[in-house]
C-alpha cells in the first residue's frame, strides 16, 4: 500500500475545510458531542470520505491516519488544519494540548 504524502494530507485536509454548509450539515449531527475517539470511528466507516479518499491514493487507512498525526506534530499550519477539521464537527471544544495537538486519549 502506499503511503500518504505529506501533499495529499494537506490537499486532503483543505478540502475537508472547504466543503459546502450543505455537507457539514448533514454529517454534523452524527458527530457533535461525539469524543475524539468516537469521531475517529465515524470517519473510518465504510465509504467515508476518508475511506474513499484512502482508497482513491492506495493507503492503509491507520497509515494514513498515522501519517497524518506526524504531519501535525512536525508542521504548525497543517496542526491548525487538522484541529479545525475536527473542530467543524462538533460545539464541544475539541482537546488540544499545549502545542495545540489534538488529544486523542481522554486523560
Known amino acids: 500500500m502506499a503511503v500518504a504524502t505529506d501533499k495529499q494530507l494537506h490537499d486532503y485536509f483543505q478540502s ?4 459546502p ?22 470517519i473510518r466507516t465504510e ?3 476518508f475511506d474513499l479518499w484512502c482508497d482513491t491514493i492506495g493507503a492503509d487507512m491507520e497509515e494514513a491516519e498515522e501519517a497524518g498525526k506526524d504531519l501535525a506534530r512536525r508542521d504548525p499550519e497543517f496542526r491548525e488544519m487538522y484541529f479545525q477539521a475536527f473542530q467543524m464537527w462538533t460545539d464541544d471544544p475539541v482537546p488540544r494540548d499545549e502545542d495545540g495537538f489534538v488529544i486523542f486519549e481522554e486523560e
Open 47 to 49: 465509504g467515508s470520505m
Open 16 to 19: 475537508i475545510l472547504n466543503l
Open 21 to 42: 454548509p450543505e455537507q457539514i450539515a448533514e454529517w454534523r449531527p452524527l458527530m457533535n458531542g461525539k469524543s475524539i475517539r468516537e469521531m475517529q470511528e465515524l
